[in-house]
């Protein structure tokens, strides 16, 4: 059962050969023994999850279910949910209870899945590695010495350690993508505005889109299927026809042109990924596809840019967090001014901190013109980039990460090769563009490569199609880490 | 040495729209604290602010009223600074490109003293749109703070002008102008009270022609006689600082009504970093000239528009044109009443400016309380044209509807007011008055003119008063005359 896809267990559900009751059950058992040393999720509340259940089991009684009607999920805890402490990986929310849903969670419930927990985080979704949570590292299932990747470190986790049948993840940078590579599994980065942010705790609002994290493929386009579509809470959220993603997982990739960008296999990327990423290209020609050379002249400035853009956007989002209204406040201060200072200051960690100064420089007077609006200019330039590829290919690819998981601590004194971590995955945000990270193969420490697949805007069926093809082919997504 | 006054006005007018800015929470007044705080209000994580398009109609509407450049693209922008009643840490507000670009406004300026009235043309900078904070509430705490967010998230227009006023009558010329306007379009209820119109005001002195001069601005004024205290009070202590060898500091200030000062809340060392940047939550707001034109048929005659016809049309003065359209009720009234005597706006214009005017404020009642129609008064206007009733007459007409109610006609019947305009009947009384008083004719008719008056009070009172006046003269004169 814990190797099902979602399609086989809404069938089995469907069929009364299993109860959401039991499903859910079992999942809670497996959470029980393997969450303590996996940390992945923050949050359980079994008694809400098996009412959920009970919910969906009546719903299937009286044949009314729909594709994930029963099945149970992990949420990222940075979307809010009704009645669920919601922390976003923070002391500054611990006590959080959100009084209301998500637009992606109500889309879940909607359909009639049980949300399972709430998965652990990079503080505020700020890492690479899942290090930043106020709530514990998180164990990467494949090695308990190394990280899951970040920011959706607990839910790459959870999925990989098959601690629930799918989750949901965000992606500002790669916090979809790179922890799916470091954890073995698939995800997917909609284009911006295709899944609503309301409810989502913001990062950075011009940069941050839901998504799904799953085993395959298919599983993922089921689950867009539920969080895509217009929502009119979200001023971003673009008004378009309700699609099926699932409608060209068959198509054969006869005539696929594949970008290779040449900016993405230079100094930097390990060996070890490398060979697997070009053995899945190998085996995309076999299926039909030809490769393009393809050049991104100003990818190599994403880092830099984002770092200017993204912090800038979090420095006025994180102003909220005050101590004013909710979260956290300090016990004691003098005035006002001393309130406001000891609450960030405790409330916040690290990583917060360092990404809220920058920001608050980069906007300040003087240096605005400097930065941050030279980096806008620059965030253009990328996109163009891409506009200019897809005149020569329909996918790009290439590795989503250049390395396999690092070990826990490893990167942790060392911000900026932490960022690096990140470094093919940026632009695609920077840009708007889907981008989605497959399971390719395993690197010299048999840990899992990721491969990442970057579509045009809106191209997120064909993006499913050429995944799921590769994956008809291949069987590097269906394996689980030992011991699990 | 003389001393040129400079001032330019920040007015913040809050629209009338019945939900926020960016959510749908109500933005009625006077609600208990926080009952008008929704999600969006109090900011709690993960929630997104939507445009309340309401207020971008509005904001055009002021734009179409003063003439203005209305941006095909718009952008709202974040203002950053920490403060409790600003739930978010930061005010959506609009910087680089405001919805409403360079505009202008004529104003009428009252004589003051020895001095003309006169009008004269404002420009606009610019208007544009932003949200309100919270309250932050300092009593019956016991020590503490509380914070009311009903407010947070209300709709702004704020509206810039140039320094262009050069006194404290301009100033407050203006500032009623733009409160007429925005009162006359619909798009604020300019309740000051309740702070619905708040004003800004940017005052330097300069020599001359010379260079302008460093501004202090008083912030948050409420009322127009505040306004005026606190112009003069501001204009005085930088002329007596000047004069006195000191320099002027920019800085904000505050007036207190107890002691009729400005004093510094802030100077510019001590002013904000706002940080803005334009919302990643917000698309740019772009506006078709379809929405424009849309909005154009809407809009109603401007108070501008009326006063340059009832002088060039009616024959009406500058300063009655100016009085009637000071409220779109009052041209409203004044029209309807028109159209019983056309040819008669000045008897119009007088008794709305007048009798109208003066009971209204007597009872302390606003326009639409009126307990008079147009029609009635009309109605009694063209009794007086066409000599039914005399003025005194009318008097009584006008203070019988005013308190009984009734049409002209009816109390005119019922009070037996009608004016005997008989000459044969007139000339019988006055026969009789001359018959009955033969030594004053005789004094009369020897040269003392000042008796005149003397029979004309004997035939009005013959005639109960209801003698046509102008004829009673006549005939008196002839009769007199010998």
């Known amino acids: 059962m814990i190797n099902s896809s979602l399609k086989q267990l809404s069938g089995q559900l469907a069929a009364k050969k299993i109860s959401s009751v039991e499903l859910t059950q079992f999942y809670l058992d497996r959470i029980n023994k393997l969450n303590p040393e996996l940390n992945a999720y923050i949050t359980l509340n079994a008694e809400t999850s098996l009412g959920q259940a009970r919910a969906a089991d009546a719903r299937l009684a009286q044949g009314k279910g729909e594709a994930l009607t029963g099945i149970p999920f992990a949420q990222k805890d940075i979307f809010c949910a009704k009645g669920w402490r919601t922390t976003c990986g923070s ?23 049980v949300n399972l927990g709430k998965t652990n985080m990079d503080e505020f979704a700020m890492g690479s590695s899942n290090e930043t949570s106020y709530f514990g590292k998180v164990k990467n299932p494949w090695n308990l010495k190394a990280v899951p990747g970040g920011s959706s470190g607990g839910t790459a986790a959870a999925v990989a350690a098959r601690l629930c049948a799918a989750a949901t993840g965000t992606d500002t940078g790669g916090s979809i993508r790179q922890p799916a590579a470091l954890c073995g599994i698939s995800g997917l980065k909609p284009t911006y505005g295709v899944v609503s942010r309301y409810g989502m705790i913001a990062f950075a609002s011009s940069l941050d889109q839901a998504g799904p994290m799953a085993r395959s493929a298919e599983d993922l386009a089921l689950m867009l299927n539920v969080m895509a579509g217009f929502d009119e809470r979200d001023s971003t959220s673009l008004q378009r026809d309700k699609e099926d993603y699932s409608r060209s997982l068959e198509q054969p990739l006869q005539g696929l042109r594949i970008g290779l960008p040449r900016e993405f296999f230079g100094e930097g990327l390990s060996a070890d990924v490398g060979k697997a990423v070009a053995a899945a290209i190998d085996e995309y020609k ?15 400035l994403s880092i830099p840019v984002y770092y200017v853009l993204a912090p800038a956007e979090a420095s006025s989002n994180l102003s909220r967090f005050d101590g004013v209204r909710y979260g956290h406040r300090a016990a004691e201060y003098g005035d006002l001014a001393q309130m406001y200072e000891k609450s960030r200051s405790e409330g916040f960690g690290e990583e917060v901190k360092r990404r809220i100064m920058i920001g608050t420089y980069v906007l300040s007077h003087g240096y605005y013109d400097a930065y941050y609006l030279k980096a806008q200019k620059i965030r253009r330039l990328i996109a163009q980039d891409f506009v200019e590829a897809y005149k020569h290919c329909d996918v790009i690819m290439g590795p989503t990460s250049p390395t396999t998981a690092f070990n826990l601590g490893e990167k942790g004194d060392d911000p900026v090769q932490m960022y690096l971590s990140d470094i093919y995955t940026i632009a695609v945000n920077l840009a708007g563009l889907p981008g989605m990270s497959i399971p390719c193969g395993f690197g010299a420490n048999g840990m899992p490569v ?6 045009n805007y809106f191209d997120e069926a064909r993006m499913l199609n050429v995944a799921h093809q590769y994956q008809l082919a291949t069987d590097h997504h269906v394996r689980a880490p030992q011991g699990i | 040495m003389q001393w040129e006054i400079v001032i330019g006005l920040e007015i913040h007018a809050q629209l009338s729209t019945k939900t926020k800015i960016f959510s749908g929470a109500s933005t009625a007044f006077g609600a208990e604290p926080n009952t008008q705080a929704d999600a969006v209000s109090i900011a709690l994580p993960g929630v997104l602010p939507v445009l309340n398009k309401g207020a971008v109609e509005r904001a055009i509407k002021f734009g179409l009223a003063t003439g203005a450049h209305i941006a095909p693209r718009s952008v709202f922008a974040r203002k950053n600074y920490f403060y409790p009643d600003l739930p978010k840490g930061y ?9 409403v670009g360079k505009g202008e406004l004529t104003i009428h300026v009252p004589a003051v003293g020895k001095e003309q009235p006169y009008e004269k043309v404002v420009r606009l900078t610019r208007a544009h749109l932003e949200e309100d904070a919270g309250k932050s509430l300092h009593e019956d705490f ?22 262009d006023m050069r006194s404290a009558a301009e100033a407050i010329a203006y500032a009623k102008s733009l409160h007429t306007l925005v009162r006359w379009i619909g798009i604020c209820d ?24 460093t501004r202090r601005e008083i912030k948050n004024l409420n009322s127009f006689k505040f306004m005026q205290q606190a112009i003069d009070y501001e204009v005085q202590w930088q002329i007596d600082t000047l004069e006195n060898g000191g320099k002027i500091q920019q800085a904000t200030v505050l007036f207190n009504p107890d002691t009729g000062e400005t004093r510094s809340m802030r100077s510019k060392e001590e002013a904000h970093d706002y940080r803005y940047f334009p919302d990643p939550d917000l698309l740019p707001l772009e506006i078709g000239k379809e929405w424009i034109e849309q909005l154009r048929a809407t809009m109603p005659e401007l108070p501008r528009s009326k006063q340059l ?23 409203d009234f004044f029209e309807a009443t028109l159209q019983a005597v056309p040819k008669d706006a000045k008897a119009c ?18 326009m639409p309380q009126c307990p008079i129609t147009p029609q009635q008064l009309g109605g009694m206007l063209s009794r007086i044209v066409d000599g039914t009733i005399s003025n005194s007459g009318a008097k009584e007409v006008f203070r019988t509807m005013w308190s009984e109610g009734g049409a002209a006609d009816e109390i005119i019947e019922a009070k037996g007011l009608k004016q005997v305009s008989d000459a044969g009947a007139l000339e019988a009384m006055v026969d009789e008055i001359i018959a009955a008083n033969a030594d004053k004719v005789a004094e009369y008719r020897s040269g003392k003119d000042k008796l005149f008056g003397f029979f004309v009070g004997l035939a009005m009172k013959a005639s109960k008063g209801k003698a046509n006046p102008a004829q009673m003269n006549e005939i008196l004169k002839k009769k007199l005359a010998g």
């Open chain 2, 349 to 366: 214009a007088n008794w709305i400016m007048g009798e109208v005017s003066a009971q209204l404020n007597r009872d302390n009642l606003e």
């Open chain 1, 91 to 113: 002391k500054m929310l611990e006590t959080f209870v959100s009084p209301y849903d998500a637009h992606v969670i109500s889309q879940f419930n909607n359909a009639g899945a």
């Open chain 2, 190 to 213: 300019g309740n000051m009270q309740e702070g619905s119109f708040r004003c800004d005001v940017n005052v330097s002195v300069r020599r001359p022609g010379g260079e302008l001069g």
């Open chain 1, 286 to 300: 076999k299926l039909g596809a030809t490769i393009v050379d393809i050049s991104l002249p100003n990818s190599r």
């Open chain 2, 91 to 99: 005010q959506i507000s609009q910087m680089d490109l405001p919805v």
């Open chain 2, 142 to 163: 016991h020590g503490m703070t509380g914070i009311d967010l009903n407010r947070a998230g209300t709709p702004l227009l704020e509206i810039v002008s140039e320094p």
């Open chain 2, 309 to 331: 016809r009832y002088v060039n049309e009616l024959g009406l003065s500058a300063y009655d044109a100016a009085t009637l359209t000071a409220s779109r009720e009052m041209a």
């Open chain 1, 450 to 455: 990721g491969l990442q697949i970057v579509g």
